[in-house]
């Protein structure tokens, strides 16, 4: 049904021409009247402060909002690893074309060809826009840029700023915000929590917002709203995103008709430090660069009890090198988390714990000496001291994966425009570019293409012809019942007087959608997940303790809002993982697999985006498909070995 | 490691910006060595929730020393007493079983108290809009490689760009300067060749904002102390010299225009 609801606009033609014949053919708002419109950004990471500092700077009037104090502290902050680039600086055969090839293969063939293109194309400007900015990349001492190779790639395409490469991008895009916000150009709410989108006559004509110092609900109006707010991870409880990422703004957007596609892709990173007990609140990501050097292995002999160093080479089980004789320890993420789920389950795990496998540098430290692993890895191997307590220079490093991306999120055209007209989507929030399975080092790349290369363009084509139409008046009832909903809804959590806090029903939550919907699933689990949230969800709404009052700061009552939405997410994560029928990239269903436990697509079935609408409440999402066709690439079983 | 600790928690209680705080004591008992700062602080929340005291509010996101927006003074000391640690990434095993720890928020008059430990670093920004940044709008810019950056330059820049704007350094110093925050901007950004350009204009423009805001540096020191990423104060020299020089030029400058 309804199949215009999920025209993805894709241009004709051949595919390098694609985005420049859009570009030729999408109208433009002449420089004089892009003042006239005003466009509302949530989101100040990576892809939100690009995508409001470039807005600004062609003209629009700029409104961005963001829960945090500062602009700065998106999470986009803590990327460590690094930014891909078809640059073809190291001239190992990069090129445009292989970085759309990998992209496309890494994720599976499950995502759109043309826009994944598209993301090729631009990624040489972003490094060019970053290095102007001066955002400090590693470079070589001839004082050009230096590049690594990053998991799951074959050439050297990625470039870095030590470990710490997302702060940097992140602060060049947050100084070129604060250029435009001293300019008067931007109007930057921090500290502002947006809790709904506002539309009208099906267009997005603004959004709600409570300020978080002073619980004050009110609506603010624009020409189009942009969403730039990050991933949903954190519907797992533990994850190694910051602890205040949420679906709120994605999820409200699906409740008022945004489609919400490939719920069920979520991508586990190979490379974190195994949890602890109880009172973990977040697990940290090592970057995977560790991979390059590093060699991950356990104890042939689960009953092993020597410890690591005194282990023999005939008695370590490198198990990546042995099964994947070409890619060894670079495989791409959900081969290498899949592989280490399967020797932890089948009780060869080390650690007091037994739940993680070593990732060993004694190789590498012999070959090239301990200073040059320090200048390395120096910051990560503090960072793994200073959380376990454990040397990682005298013995081998623990790992075990941990929930990282969602590749999944509202889904957008080519325009990266919603099914809500006047909604776009940009950065980790949308569902484009990486199919079922994100290559490294491709979520920065993604974020700022879409900030600073993309929407710039394709908001004009959707704003040129409504020059003259302003959205609906401040008074018009379209933004106080929004209003009077969210504070009703907010306000709401303080009448419970429950008695378990909502941390408890977030950690319940992560635990169902961990065992069932994480790194393997099965038709059994996720019929059990769907019976478990909606319990869960009922027993929370009934029982959560959150004090104090919603006419100030109020941390618990924040989170009860996010947690509230979570919960509904998560059972759409399950319902899409149960009708997905295959296995791809980070959707393993135990159903689904070959002899040797390598994940079975099925293209004949499943070669498609799913995308849900909302049905009202309590009810499954309505699905609707995308399908996708490879012109350019011919999907094949992707091997490693 | 693993093993409990018995504590006595001083906590700084704070209803917003206006209201008068004191501190509340929290007797914390049986807290894993292994938790974190902030870990041990979610124990201590979900037991007073229990007996329906309202939890403490405290800042926070990616507990991993990156985003800069924790910290708290942990006896006395801007992010407690690791060296090079944010509050976030210190773990329990740094005290003693025993120990009474007096947990209070950031205090610079540029600071206000928001809640709790919660204050507001708004200031920050501030001298950034100032002129913390390089022009070069969307679109604008050539080939990466055609500007090679002097690896030495590169890293230097790098040292001084890992500030994560904590504000440590203002809550460590006697006069609650910002001296190692706005050095920090500069050193990153005034040894890049694209930095040059607007060099002189960002130094005056930095310092002087920093002036309205903070109070003056007397070379104490202390602000490196508690700095969770080391940050040099050989990037205050820096900072400095090109203000000197700055005041000079810009004078001239502004003659010539
Ligand atoms: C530890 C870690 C390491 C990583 N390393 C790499 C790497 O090396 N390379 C790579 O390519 N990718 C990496 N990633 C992934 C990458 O960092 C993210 O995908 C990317 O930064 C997301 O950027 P974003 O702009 O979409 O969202 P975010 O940076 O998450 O920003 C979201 C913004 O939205 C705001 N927001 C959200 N909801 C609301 C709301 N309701 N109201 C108001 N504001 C709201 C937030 O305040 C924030 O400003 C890493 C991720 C993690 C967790
Ligand atoms: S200089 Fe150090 S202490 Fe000061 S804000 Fe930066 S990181 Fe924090
Ligand atoms: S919480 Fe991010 S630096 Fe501590």
């Known amino acids: 049904m309804n199949a215009a609801a999920l025209d993805a606009s894709v241009p004709e033609g051949p595919l390098a021409d694609k985005w420049d014949n859009h570009k030729f053919s999408l109208d433009l708002v002449n420089p004089n009247n892009k003042r006239r419109f005003e466009v509302i950004v949530v989101g100040t990471g990576l892809a939100g402060a690009s995508a409001a500092a470039s807005l600004a700077e062609l003209g629009y009037r700029v409104k961005a909002f963001t829960f945090h104090d500062s602009a700065r502290r998106a999470h986009s902050i803590a990327a460590q690893g690094g930014i891909n680039a078809a640059k073809n600086y190291r001239n190992d055969g990069d090129s445009v074309f292989r970085l759309f090839y990998d992209t496309i293969k890494g994720g599976d063939y499950r995502s759109r060809e043309a826009n994944v293109y598209r993301l090729a194309q631009v990624s040489a400007n972003i490094i060019d826009q970053c290095a102007a900015q001066g955002v400090p990349f590693a470079r070589e001492y001839g004082g050009l840029l230096a590049n690594r190779s990053f998991g799951g790639a074959q050439v050297s395409r990625t470039f870095y700023a030590r470990g710490q490469t997302g702060q940097q991008l992140l602060l060049g895009a947050y100084q070129a915000l604060a250029a435009q916000v001293a300019a008067g150009k931007v109007a930057l709410h921090t500290r502002s929590d947006v809790l709904d989108v506002v539309v009208k006559d099906g267009e997005a004509c603004g959004i709600v917002v409570r300020d978080l110092l002073t619980g004050e609900v009110r609506a603010h109006r624009g020409h189009a709203v942009v969403l730039a707010t990050g991933g949903y991870s954190n519907v797992y409880y533990l994850s190694t995103n910051a602890m205040n990422c949420n679906v709120t703004a994605a999820w409200r957007a699906y409740r008022r008709g945004a489609a919400f596609a490939n719920p069920c892709y979520t991508q586990i990173h190979p490379t974190c430090i195994p949890a602890g007990d109880e009172f973990q609140s977040k697990l940290t990501l090592m970057s995977e660069s560790l991979r390059n050097d590093g060699r991950i292995w356990v104890p042939r002999r689960m009953d092993d009890a020597r410890s690591p160093e005194t282990i023999g080479d005939a008695d370590r089980y490198y198990y990546l090198e042995e099964k994947y004789p070409s890619f060894g320890n670079l495989v791409p993420r959900d081969v290498a988390s899949r592989n280490a789920k399967t020797v932890v389950d089948s009780g060869m795990g080390v650690g007091p714990l037994r739940n993680g496998v070593y990732l060993d540098f004694a190789d590498v430290v012999a070959r090239d000496g301990e200073q040059a692993v320090r200048e390395k890895y120096g910051n990560l191997f503090d960072m793994y001291q200073r959380i376990t307590g454990e040397d990682p220079y005298r013995a081998p490093m623990r790992i075990y994966p941990a929930v990282h991306y969602t590749m999944g999120g509202l889904w957008v055209d080519y325009n990266l425009m919603t099914t809500i007209p006047g909604l776009f989507a940009v950065g980790e929030c949308n569902f484009s570019d990486h199919g079922a399975n994100r290559l490294g080092a491709s979520a920065l790349m993604q974020g700022l293409a879409d900030g600073y290369f993309v929407l710039p363009y394709t908001i004009g084509g959707y704003l040129a012809p409504r020059l003259g139409r302003p959205p609906p008046p401040a008074d018009d009832p379209v933004f106080s019942e929004a209003v009077a909903a969210v504070a009703d809804r907010t306000r709401r959590w303080l009448a419970v007087g429950g008695t378990r806090s909502v941390d408890h029903y977030h950690r319940e939550l992560g635990r169902i959608v961990w065992d069932h919907c994480g790194m393997a699933r099965s038709r059994a689990g996720l019929e059990k997940a769907l019976s478990e949230i909606p319990a869960l969800r009922e027993e929370f709404r009934a029982d959560a303790k959150v004090l104090g009052t919603a006419d100030g700061v109020n941390q618990a009552l924040e989170k009860a809002n996010r947690v509230d939405d979570f919960m509904e997410l998560a059972e759409l994560m399950a319902q899409d993982a149960l009708h997905r029928e295959e296995s791809c990239g980070g959707h393993f269903r135990t159903e689904h697999q070959t002899p040797e436990g390598e994940a079975l697509r099925d293209d004949d079935n499943f070669a498609y985006a799913a995308a849900y609408f909302w049905p009202g409440p309590d009810r499954p999402g309505r699905l609707e498909r995308e399908p996708l066709e490879f012109e350019s690439v011919t999907p094949t079983r992707r091997s490693y070995k | ?257």
């Not at chain 2, 604008?140 to 760009?161: C, H, L, Q, Y």
Request: hydrophobic share 40%; charged share 25%.
């Open chain 2, 1 to 257: 490691m693993s093993g409990t600790l018995d504590l006595r928690l001083r906590i700084w209680r704070q209803d917003g910006p206006g209201a008068p705080g004191a501190f509340q004591d929290v007797e914390a008992r049986g807290i894993p060595a292994d938790a974190s700062f902030l870990e041990m602080l979610d124990i201590v929340n979900e037991r007073l929730l229990d007996e329906g005291i309202e939890p403490v509010t405290f800042a926070h996101d990616c507990r991993e020393g990156i985003c800069g927006t924790c910290g708290v003074m942990i006896n006395g000391r801007a992010h407690g007493p690791e060296r090079a640690t944010a509050t976030c990434q210190l773990h329990m095993r740094s005290f003693a079983d025993g120990d009474e720890i007096v947990v209070e928020p950031f205090r610079a008059a540029s600071f206000p108290v928001v809640k709790d430990l919660m204050v507001d670093r708004q200031a920050f920004d501030r001298i950034i809009e100032a002129g913390g940044y390089i022009s070069a709008p969307t679109g604008s810019a050539p080939d990466a490689n055609e500007t090679p950056v002097p690896k030495e330059a590169a890293d230097f820049a790098m040292d001084a760009a890992a500030c994560i704007g904590c504000g440590a350094c203002v809550a460590a110093c006697p006069n609650s300067a910002a001296q190692l925050f706005t050095a920090a901007k500069l050193g990153h950004l005034n040894v890049l060749p694209q930095g040059q350009p607007e060099r002189w204009r960002r130094t005056e423009a930095l310092v002087e904002t920093m002036e309205e805001f903070f109070g003056s540096c007397t070379n104490h020191g202390e602000c490196r102390e508690a700095c969770p990423k080391e940050i040099s104060l050989d990037f205050i020299a820096l900072l400095n010299r090109d203000y000197l020089k700055a005041k000079v030029k810009n004078r001239r400058l502004a003659a010539r225009a």
